[in-house]
């Protein structure tokens, strides 16, 4: 699986972003798409995923909801993340992340995580 992720930078407090991910994957098809985060001393954590295959819906880190949203294209492997009322906490490195079935056993997964792009919030 290849992820290639744009639209961070620098933004000011209470500033909006897009980010945009496409993945390339020779899997038959991809179960969730969607973002993580680490910022400088911490661990990496979800921002928020979306099922492409077989379920529903979206999942949020309290910290997102109301102020992010996630959305995809499964047609198109892409997978974006709308980040609106942005604050200084929300710096930090955003990682794609593309859950597929193992080719060997469709009930197990394989997951991949891009090489991240850098969110600064900062006046």
């Known amino acids: 699986v290849q992820l290639q992720a744009s639209g961070g930078g620098l933004v000011q407090p209470g500033g909006s972003l897009r980010l945009s991910c496409a993945a390339s994957?020779?899997?038959?098809?991809?179960?969730?798409m969607g973002w993580y985060r680490q910022a400088p001393g911490r661990q990496r954590e979800l921002v928020a995923t979306?099922?492409?295959?077989?379920?529903?819906?979206?999942n949020y880190a309290r910290s997102a909801k109301g102020r992010f949203t996630i959305s995809g294209d499964v047609a198109k492997n892409e997978v974006y993340l709308q980040m609106n009322s942005l604050r200084p906490e929300d710096t930090a490195t955003y990682y794609c992340y593309v859950n597929v079935p193992r080719p060997t056993d469709s009930t197990l997964i394989l997951e991949y995580w891009g090489q991240g792009t850098q969110v600064t919030v900062s006046s």
């Open positions: 979306m099922w492409f295959y077989g379920r529903s819906g979206r």
């Open positions: 994957t020779s899997a038959p098809h991809i179960n969730i």
